[in-house]
């Protein structure tokens, strides 16, 4: 039987599977950050006709002569290192990877794949999930970073834990102005009536009503800051036990304060008893005053509470509910509250490997790790260079030129190998007429 007819039907062979290659690239070239594949030939067993000789007295070295039996494809390769283009979708939880990494899928809490596919959402328990296939997104829970190596878990991003946050009491308050020397409401027995808002350390918003009067000594630079009342946000008044009058001096000749409750750095620490407990301690500033006559001929005090200290810190917040989440570069998940709050609940987590292509591809968009791709080395997406873009997607690397390119000498090595096997029957035709 004629060689030429089983390197025919080897050829045959190879150039189907790499037509089945281009095919299932070409199938692909719309699937969300498909890696395209390459098939490579090589060739196969070899019969020695003679063998080779060396060089003699009176003659030079010969060459084996040897004839091959074919072809076979030698191997399949994932051509996963170049990414494909960017394709925006709007969709917050759409992801792509600049960069090597690959994100980590579980389908079962146990079992690890890998994928380049970003397309994500929140199924109904709150957890981040493929779209697909509803397999759970790979991450680190709360504010903590990703450390080469961490211990890796499903995002649960939606649980009683994260739906709402509680509130903040506020530690400082301010007050500003002058207190005009003439104003008649001084001498009143309310006085000047402040009211300034404060969050206690249940998240609830109270009002505290301070009277300002003179000093009751005759003085013009000498007054009284006193709470009044303490009342929450059901209009309820509370009882407060403790003794919240604040002594306040001024200089006579230049208006500045000169001492508030007998501290000259005008700083005063209110404290809180019985049903307004949950207020405070309360720091407050009164270094910001000062004690003029005014010039109007109402002379009205334009002095006013804030609540937060000069600066605008330590307001505190109020209890508050999640409104929304975003997402960084870094793959950190942060959720919005109600009260203005924005607290990282969550990491994505990445992976690497030192043979990419050596993953092994299991559908659904997914890669296993295999012994040819070593082990998946978890990371921080930035700690190589690359980030996490939200809103778009990796698209099929597929080139579709390449495609046909190769689809066309795919057609001609296929017609030219069975032009050997068509040719070698007619051969073999010929040497059976022989006998006629």
């Known amino acids: 039987m004629m060689r030429s007819l089983w390197s025919g039907v080897a050829g045959l062979t190879t150039h189907q599977m790499e037509m089945d290659v281009i095919g299932n690239n070409i199938a692909n070239v719309n699937t969300t950050a498909f890696k395209s594949q390459a098939a490579g030939f090589s060739d196969v067993l070899y019969q020695t006709i003679k063998n080779g000789t060396g060089a003699g007295d009176n003659v030079a070295t010969t060459n084996a002569s040897q004839v091959g039996l074919g072809s076979k494809v030698a191997s399949i390769y994932t051509n996963i290192s170049k990414s494909g283009s960017m394709q925006t979708t709007g969709n917050a939880f759409d992801f792509m990877i600049t960069g090597d990494s690959f994100f980590m899928i579980t389908p079962d809490s146990q079992t690890r794949n890998y994928t380049r596919d970003g397309a994500f959402t929140i199924d109904s328990d709150g957890s981040l999930v493929t779209q697909n296939n509803g397999y759970y997104v790979m991450g680190v829970m709360g504010d903590g970073g990703i450390t080469p190596g961490a211990n890796v878990t499903r995002l649960d991003l939606i649980t009683d834990a994260t739906k709402t946050i509680g509130g903040t009491a506020t530690s400082a308050s301010y007050f500003r102005g002058n207190i005009d020397s003439l104003d008649g409401s001084l001498k009143e027995q309310d006085g000047k009536n402040l009211r300034v808002e404060v969050f206690g350390n249940d998240g609830r918003t109270y009002t505290l009503k301070f009277n300002l009067t003179d000093g009751g000594d005759g003085a013009d630079n000498t007054f009284r800051l006193s709470l009044a009342t303490v009342q929450n946000d059901e209009g309820k008044i509370l009882t407060n ?24 750095s005008g700083m005063v620490t209110l404290t809180f008893g019985g049903e307004a407990s949950m207020i405070g301690p309360l720091n407050i500033d009164l270094s910001n005053t000062t004690n ?145």
Not at 241 to 263: F, H, R, W
């Open 292 to 436: 003029y006559a005014g010039t109007t001929a109402t002379h009205s005090s334009s002095i006013y509470g804030y609540k937060g200290d000069a600066n605008g810190l330590n307001k505190g917040y109020a209890n508050g509910s999640m409104t929304g989440m975003s997402v960084t570069d870094n793959g950190s998940i942060y959720a919005k509250y109600s009260n203005g709050q924005t607290v990282k609940i969550a990491q994505i987590a990445v992976a690497e490997f030192n043979n990419a292509m050596g993953l092994e591809m299991v559908g659904d968009n997914l890669y296993a790790e295999s012994l040819n791709s070593g082990a998946a080395q978890i990371m921080d997406v930035t700690a190589d260079g690359g980030y996490i873009s939200s809103g778009v997607l990796e698209t099929s690397n597929v080139d579709l030129a390449k495609e046909f390119t190769d689809m066309i000498t795919t057609q001609r090595g296929f017609q030219a190998n069975s032009r050997v096997i068509t040719t070698s029957d007619e051969m073999l035709q010929i040497l059976r007429g022989l006998k006629r």
């Open 241 to 264: 036990t403790t003794d919240t009058n604040i002594n306040l001096v001024y200089s006579k000749s230049s208006g500045e304060l000169v001492s508030a409750g007998g501290n000259a």
